[in-house]
C-alpha cells in the first residue's frame, strides 16, 4: 500500500477532529504530502469512520495513483497549498466559531498575541462554491506571505504544518481565537493588540516553527 503509515496517520487525525468537534458528518478533509504524493480523505465519508484503505492517493496533478473512493473535493485546494507553501500536512475544518467569523468577517484580528503562531492575522478567502479552481486560488491568496491558517468565507476554516499533528493544533487554535473573539463580542468590543505589542512578543521569541528547507 502506497503511504501506509501517511493513510494510518489520516484516519487518526480524523478521528480527532471528529471527537474535538472541528468536523461533523463527513465534512472537512485532511491530507498529507510525501514527496510528488498526496493521501487525502475520501469524498462523502464520515471522517471518524475512515480505514487507510479509504484514503486514496494523488499525485501533484491531482491524477489517482491509488485507492478505490474518489478523493475529496477540496482536492484542487490541498494542491495548491502545497504548491504555494513548504506544508506537509492540510487540515480542513468546518468548525463552529471559524464559521461564524468567515460568515461576518474579512479577517481575523489580533486579539490574543498566540494569533503570531498562524502567521498574524488571519485572512478570510473570498467565498466561491466549494471543490472549485477559483476557491482553491482564493484560499491560495488568503494564505500568501507565510500564513499557517486561513478563514474561507461562508465555509471554514484550513490550517497547515509541517506535519499532520500541527496542521491539526494549527486548526484547534484557530478555532479557539475565533471562539475568544465571538464570545468577547457578546460582552464589549474586543481589544485588538497593535503592531508594536505584537512586535514585542515577537522579540520574546513566540514565531511560529519553521517549515524544513526543501533541497
Keep these: 500500500m502506497l503511504l501506509k503509515d501517511e493513510r494510518d496517520e489520516l484516519c ?18 485532511v491530507s498529507v504530502r510525501s514527496g510528488d504524493l498526496v493521501a487525502v480523505t475520501p469524498g462523502g465519508m464520515m471522517l471518524d469512520r475512515m480505514a487507510p484503505a ?45 464559521a461564524v467569523v468567515a460568515t461576518t468577517m474579512s479577517e481575523l484580528p489580533p ?14 478567502a473570498e467565498y466561491a462554491t466549494y471543490g472549485t479552481p477559483e476557491l482553491a486560488e482564493n484560499v491560495r491568496a488568503a494564505m500568501a506571505g507565510g500564513k499557517r491558517a486561513a478563514l474561507m468565507a461562508n465555509h471554514g476554516g484550513v490550517a497547515i504544518g509541517r506535519d499532520l499533528d500541527e496542521a491539526f493544533e494549527n486548526a484547534r ?4 481565537l475565533c471562539g475568544v473573539y465571538v ?7 474586543p481589544r485588538v ?19 524544513p528547507r526543501v533541497t
Design 54 to 98: 479509504d484514503c486514496p492517493v494523488v499525485d501533484m496533478s491531482a491524477r489517482l495513483v491509488e485507492g478505490e473512493r474518489a478523493p475529496s473535493s477540496e482536492t484542487p485546494m490541498h494542491l495548491a497549498l502545497y504548491e504555494a507553501t513548504p506544508a506537509a500536512a492540510i487540515v480542513h475544518t468546518h468548525s463552529t466559531y471559524g
Design 111 to 124: 486579539i490574543h498575541y498566540n494569533t503570531l503562531l498562524l502567521g498574524g492575522v488571519v485572512r478570510v
Design 12 to 29: 487518526g487525525i480524523g478521528r480527532r477532529l471528529a471527537g474535538t468537534g472541528l468536523v461533523t458528518g463527513s465534512a472537512g478533509n
Design 183 to 189: 464570545r468577547a463580542k457578546t460582552i464589549g468590543e
Design 173 to 176: 487554535l484557530l478555532e479557539w
Design 193 to 211: 493588540l497593535t503592531d508594536e505589542e505584537l512586535a514585542r512578543v515577537v522579540e520574546r521569541g513566540l514565531t511560529p516553527p519553521e517549515f
